[in-house]
């Protein structure tokens, strides 16, 4: 957000014994027909990273099909990166997959960070782990989605007032999807989360067929599922933190993840009156911000740091809501630079009450949001036909009733506005899961994460068989990166194969 919010976190940068022996486990792949069964399946050799990596990261390719149904057809390469566990281990257990969400936000970028401090690395994870960064399709060192930024940058209303505004935000995103489709190739028809679910598989078995360890964060969350679901006796140990459920209808999607940044908006609003360094400390920042967003509904506010190539020049009403949300993923200052922190929303508001409202203006040359959206088109129903204006104006009237402050604002929100009528099928529609592991699933959520609302993960309970399921008590968005008492609850669970107490609450 500049990345998403569904976690880029790091968006550009940037049995007391082990429940199964890996030694005596030898998972038989499902769904044979598409993914090599047996161990045999070609090996990946790692290698030198591209010049920028941190030293320590190794990098490698691997072939898959881009349609998993024909795998004799057409391949490109996954690229994925590798952080070895510590050499002077004896306490090695295997390969750790980490996926930071998104949609389309790099792994590799995330296993960057860890090596780099900018995100904490839990106590005892390169003990027992090489840390595998595997780029979902269509991101970072996969075959990254292009498209044309000119088309993005049009200005259209993700709020839409008149059947003319509806019309032309959906001929935008076609042709923004066909821009993709010709920049990218005929991968972009196959970025949903089942082809990503098998391109991990694909690799697990590569990386020497051990059963999978995972942490999916945020989106991740939902990719983890997804893999449990398709192949459900391949897994050792399995995190989904900031938990997506992507099985409601959109009126109910919508209202939760708006309902999570309206929580977030709130708790920010009374820190950063009362914070020691908060340039508001004092104010009323909810009627601050209200008043922003009337003036900038009138005349947008002035982004002077953006001259119109890379980012927008101002930034009106609704700009401001959908661009605050990812400031809102850390309460506490990680990483530096851009919107990122609350103590940048802070800067942010204050430098836009003074005339310059460059924090918030819509970036037109972030990756992560091209891959994000054609990425989840695939994975929403989007036909103009059931999402009409009619519709729209309905869950807009829902909105004002239910959601007055963030009004509808999300994520989720601009997904569905950026995929109305676009041009390639849904391939992985919503639909209740029902993940059937043997061994147990760790799911965790803060209570008031802004993005992956509470409700989401309570809901997702309903769709997993085998879990524990902790909270943490806190604000910001997942719990993995931010290094606190969950963050070495998920480590444990990770190293030893069990699951902390059902219902535990913690409050880092
Ligand atoms: C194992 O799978 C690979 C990849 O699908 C295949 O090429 C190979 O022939 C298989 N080997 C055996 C022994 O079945
Ligand atoms: C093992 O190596 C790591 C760095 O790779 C180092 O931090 C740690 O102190 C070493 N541990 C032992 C027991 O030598
Ligand atoms: C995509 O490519 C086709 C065929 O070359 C072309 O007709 C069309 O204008 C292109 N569309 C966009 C939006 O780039
Ligand atoms: C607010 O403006 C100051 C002064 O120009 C700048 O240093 C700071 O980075 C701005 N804050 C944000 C979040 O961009
Ligand atoms: C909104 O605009 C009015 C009139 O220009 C100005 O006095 C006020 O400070 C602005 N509010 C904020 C929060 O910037
Ligand atoms: C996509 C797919 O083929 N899924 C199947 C994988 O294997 C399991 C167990 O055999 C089936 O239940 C899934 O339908």
């Known amino acids: ?45 790692f290698g030198a ?23 004799e057809g057409t391949k490109f390469d996954l690229g994925l990166v590798r952080l070895p566990a510590n050499a002077n281990s004896t306490k090695k257990i295997g390969s750790l997959f980490i996926n930071p969400g998104g949609p389309g936000g790099a792994a590799s970028d995330f296993i960057g960070s860890l090596v ?44 839409p007032k008149t059947q003319a505004e509806y019309d032309t935000l959906v001929d935008k995103n076609k042709r923004y999807g066909e821009s993709c489709r010709n920049q990218t190739g005929p991968l972009l028809e196959y970025l949903d989360t089942i082809s990503v679910a098998k391109d991990h598989e694909a690799v697990r078995i590569a990386l020497g067929n051990e059963p999978l360890n995972m942490v999916g964060i945020s989106y991740g969350s939902q990719l983890g599922a997804q893999y449990a679901q398709l192949f459900p006796d391949n897994i050792r140990t ?26 977030g908006l709130q708790h920010f609003f009374k820190w950063a009156s009362e914070e020691e360094t908060s340039p508001l400390k004092g104010e009323d920042v909810a009627e601050i911000c209200a008043g922003l967003l009337t ?48 103590g ?56 004002d009733t239910f959601q007055p402050l963030s009004q509808g604002a999300g994520q ?25 592991t043997k ?17 989401w993960a309570i809901g997702m309970l309903e769709e997993i068989r085998n879990k524990v399921f902790i909270t943490r008590h806190g604000d910001g968005h997942t719990s993995f990166p931010i290094g606190g008492e969950t963050a070495a609850a998920i480590a444990q669970y990770l190293i030893t194969g069990e699951a902390p107490d059902n219902g535990l609450v913690l409050n880092s």
């Open 344 to 399: 940048d929303l802070a800067s942010a508001i204050y430098n836009a009450t003074k005339g310059d409202a460059s924090a918030f203006s819509t970036r037109f040359d972030d990756a992560s949001t091209a891959a994000s959206t054609a990425i989840y088109c695939l994975d929403l129903n989007h036909d103009p036909s059931v999402y009409d204006f009619n519709y729209i104006q309905a869950k807009q009237h829902m909105f």
């Open 295 to 342: 003036n900038a509904s009138t005349t947008p506010i002035p982004a002077p740091s953006c001259d119109g190539t890379t980012c927008r020049t101002d930034v009106n009403a609704e700009e401001l809501l959908f661009n605050a949300q990812a400031a809102l993923v850390f309460k506490d200052p990680r990483i530096t630079g851009g919107l990122s922190t609350w």
């Open 412 to 436: 989720s929100t601009s997904l569905l506005h950026s995929c109305i009528g676009w041009p390639f099928a849904t391939r992985n529609p919503p639909k209740k899961l029902d993940v059937n």
């Open 238 to 263: 399995l995190v989904l933190d900031g938990m997506l459920q992507h099985s409601q209808s959109v009126a109910s999607n919508v209202l939760i993840e708006s309902l999570g940044y309206s929580i």
């Open 49 to 71: 990273c591209p010049e920028g990596a941190p030293s320590q990261l190794e990098c490698a390719t691997y072939s898959v099909p881009i349609i998993w149904d024909e795998p």
């Open 439 to 455: 061994t147990t699933i760790l799911s965790v959520n803060s209570d008031a994460d802004p993005s992956t609302a509470y409700p």
């Open 116 to 159: 780099l401090g900018v995100l904490p690395l839990p106590d005892g994870l390169t003990d027992s782990f090489d840390l595998i960064g595997l780029d979902p399709r269509g991101v970072g060192l996969s075959n990254p989605v292009q498209c044309d930024q000119e088309i993005w940058a049009e200005r259209v209303s993700w709020f």
């Open 1 to 45: 957000m500049a990345p998403t919010t569904r976690l880029s976190v790091v968006a550009s940068l940037l049995s007391s014994t082990i429940a199964f022996p890996l030694s005596s486990r030898h998972p038989s792949s499902s769904n044979s027909t598409t993914l090599p069964s047996n161990c045999t399946a070609p090996s990946i050799t």
